[in-house]
T-cell receptor
Framework: DGGITQSPKYLFRKEGQNVTLSCEQN?????MYWYRQDPGQGLRLIYY???????QKGDIAEGYSVSREKKESFPLTVTSAQKNPTAFYLC?????????????FGQGTRLTVV | KQEVTQIPAALSVPEGENLVLNCSFT??????LQWFRQDPGKGLTSLLL?????REQTSGRLNASLDKSSGRSTLYIAASQPGDSATYLC?????????FGTGTRLQVFP
């Protein structure tokens, strides 16, 4: 089945730790995205990538880092510099830039600071 | 700057009712509009994508309309069922990202 796979589903982070969230897609999409969702707020864009080895900051990139070494994979690292990382993280992909094509989302990773 | 508003924020209806969810946007120069469904603790499921040249799109019991001139889209759900209970989000592309509304939380009770 084609789709987007995020792992793990739940992740716990201690203060001062870096953690990495995985996102893999087999849709042959060029563009991939990371969004953060907090209760009562809309989705906010963290980073996006439209081509391998290139990515751009979104609206809330501080405290996060990404890489795009393969077309299929776009991992997100939540660093210790992110002061409030507890949230639901969603990965998405689309065929081209999101201007004209349908976006698809993974099932999300819930990150909790303990 | 594109702003997206969804009204109502929450809706509770008995099974069998026909429903209309609203999505308003401020900039009518859009490429498309996409409706999503989100179940609690889950990711987003794409329901319908309407291109800017279209006025409506249908999938099963769902029908989405688009009126760019008035900055509005509606999602019509026919003969609602308890399984339709979820949060419904609309989103519009803005350069390289999607701008989301805050959603309508729908509960359909038996």
């Amino acid at each position: 089945d084609g789709g987007i796979t995020q792992s793990p589903k739940y992740l716990f982070r201690k203060e001062g730790q870096n953690v990495t969230l995985s996102c893999e897609q087999n849709l042959n999409h060029d563009a991939m995205y990371w969004y953060r969702q907090d209760p009562g707020q809309g989705l906010r864009l963290i980073y996006y990538s439209q081509i391998v080895n290139d990515f751009q900051k979104g609206d809330i990139a501080e405290g996060y880092s990404v890489s795009r070494e393969k077309k299929e994979s776009f991992p997100l690292t939540v660093t210790s510099a992110q002061k409030n990382p507890t949230a639901f993280y969603l990965c998405a992909s689309s065929l081209l830039g999101q201007g004209g094509t349908e976006a698809f989302f993974g099932q999300g990773t819930r990150l909790t600071v303990v | 700057k594109q702003e997206v508003t969804q009204i109502p924020a929450a809706l509770s209806v008995p099974e069998g009712e026909n429903l209309v969810l609203n999505c308003s946007f401020t900039d009518s120069a859009i490429y498309n509009l996409q409706w999503f469904r989100q179940d609690p603790g889950k990711g987003l499921t794409s329901l319908l994508l309407i291109q800017s040249s279209q006025r409506e799109q249908t999938s099963g019991r769902l029908n989405a309309s688009l009126d760019k001139s008035s900055g509005r889209s509606t999602l019509y759900i026919a003969a609602s069922q308890p399984g339709d209970s979820a949060t419904y989000l609309c989103a519009l592309p803005n350069t390289d990202k999607l701008i989301f509304g805050t959603g309508t939380r729908l509960q359909v009770f038996p």
